[in-house]
């Protein structure tokens, strides 16, 4: 995806710039300049860093492994933040470096190149936008929302399958590969939540007396709803830990009822089966008695008496439910 420029104005229709065209100069304060840098080689960065009077080093990505993080330079500031992206469950949760440098009357946004989270913005705001109405700091805001969005559309995908497993662990046993798809959950979500809570000082640093975005009046409500955006976000994560943990609580309670089922019908197959052992172990002593004089039909009797007694104890267990 190559460079984007956006000229945003809230009294003239959007405009596509050229990056050499673009100028910081001629901004008004109902105009925002949106330069969208995918992969940009060194060239781009340098050119983008001239335009805005900034060392090219503050336009790099964040390193892998690197925390996110916010610094404030005067007269601009930097953020580095990641967004992420699953569609299934089992797969691997991607990474998305974000970087967005924040000045007067402009945006510059760094990703790499595949990262969609930013060309939804612009398909949404396609045609005749008010977005050069809005300050370059409550534009930020605004991107980082879009930002937050990605983790819970992630928790979404978590969350429908941990629902239909709950659902087949009530119905029955759950197979291993779907126990198999409920570790994963909990993985991942435990990768969402250390990813999410790397982004405090981010979001909390936002809305500190000592930020830049703070002095504007129009920027401090953005920040402060996006702050709320935050805390619901681990709120909602912490949640889908416990929903997690309950499943697990939960398939163990329905493999300790399936046990005490199955000692259930052992126990009363073995108390039927012992009650036919004695009447057996009876007919078999040796006394003279006119039954033991009978021949087959005495056995025929017996046999059929005691076939008898266990299709009326096998029925009254049905009855109340046994097994």
Not at 42 to 67: M, Y
Request: glycine share 6%.
């Amino acid at each position: 995806m190559p460079t984007k420029v956006l000229l945003y104005s809230a009294d003239a229709p959007d405009r596509h710039l050229e990056l050499s065209a673009a100028s910081l100069s001629d901004l008004s304060e109902r105009q925002l300049l949106w330069i969208d840098l995918a992969s940009p080689d060194e060239a781009e960065l340098g050119q983008v860093a001239e335009l805005i009077g900034c060392d090219p080093a503050q336009l790099a990505l964040a390193q892998a492994g690197a925390r996110p993080g916010l610094v404030n330079y005067g007269d601009r500031f930097r953020i580095q933040a990641k967004a992420v992206s699953l569609a299934r469950t089992t797969e691997t949760l991607a990474r998305d470096p974000l970087t967005l440098v924040v000045g007067r009357n402009y945006v510059v946004t760094i990703h790499v190149v595949g990262n969609d989270l930013l060309e939804q913005l612009r398909k949404r705001e396609e045609g005749d936008s008010l977005i050069g109405a809005l300050s370059a700091e409550s534009f930020a805001a605004s991107l980082l929302d879009w930002l937050l969005g990605t983790y819970f559309r992630s928790l979404d995908v978590l969350v429908r399958d941990i629902d239909r497993i709950e659902v087949l662990i009530l119905g029955r046993l759950v197979p291993p590969e779907d126990l198999t798809v409920l570790v994963a959950a909990r993985r991942r979500i435990a990768d969402l939540r250390r990813m999410l809570k790397e982004h405090r000082d981010v979001f909390y640093g936002m809305s500190r007396p000592d930020f830049i975005a703070t002095e504007g009046a129009d920027a401090k409500p953005h920040f402060e709803a996006l702050n709320q955006h935050f805390e619901r976000a681990e709120d909602d994560l912490e949640n889908a830990r416990d929903l997690v943990v309950g499943s697990f609580e939960l398939l163990a309670t329905r493999v300790a009822q399936k046990t005490n089922d199955t000692m259930r019908v052992l126990t009363f197959v073995t108390v039927l089966m012992g009650l036919l052992a004695l009447v057996a172990g009876v007919l078999g002593m040796n006394f003279p008695l006119p039954l033991f004089q009978s021949g087959v039909h005495g056995f025929l009797l017996v046999v059929a008496c005691m076939l008898g007694f266990s299709l009326l104890a096998v029925g009254v267990a049905v009855l109340r439910r046994w097994f």
